[in-house]
């Protein structure tokens, strides 16, 4: 008999523990030195992804993804235009 991987949750459908790191990165967003309206933004689209059906492997990439891009940037996200950066 084969037996399927799980997660430390007992959920076979995220046996990498996407869910989790998607979790962390959202909490840990909160502990970030950037402006507010700029996790704000994060947040919401993160629950835009899930509202597109994304699963929590692509939305937790995306999530640090966007937080690692803030860190780098001289410049809240709004402010952000091709000729400053």
């Given at each position: 008999m084969v037996y399927g991987t799980m997660n430390a949750e007992?959920?076979?459908a995220d046996r990498h523990?996407?869910?989790i790191r998607l979790s962390s990165a959202l909490k840990s967003l909160h502990n970030e030195s950037f402006p507010k309206e700029d996790k704000e933004l994060i947040e919401?689209?993160?629950h835009h992804m899930s509202a597109q059906?994304?699963?929590?492997?692509?939305?937790?990439?995306?999530v640090f993804a966007l937080v690692v891009l803030r860190r780098m940037l001289r410049v809240p996200?709004?402010?952000?235009?091709?000729?400053?950066l």
């Open positions: 007992g959920d076979p523990g996407y869910r919401r689209y993160a059906g994304l699963g929590y492997s692509r939305k937790a990439k995306v996200f709004e402010a952000a235009v091709r000729r400053k």
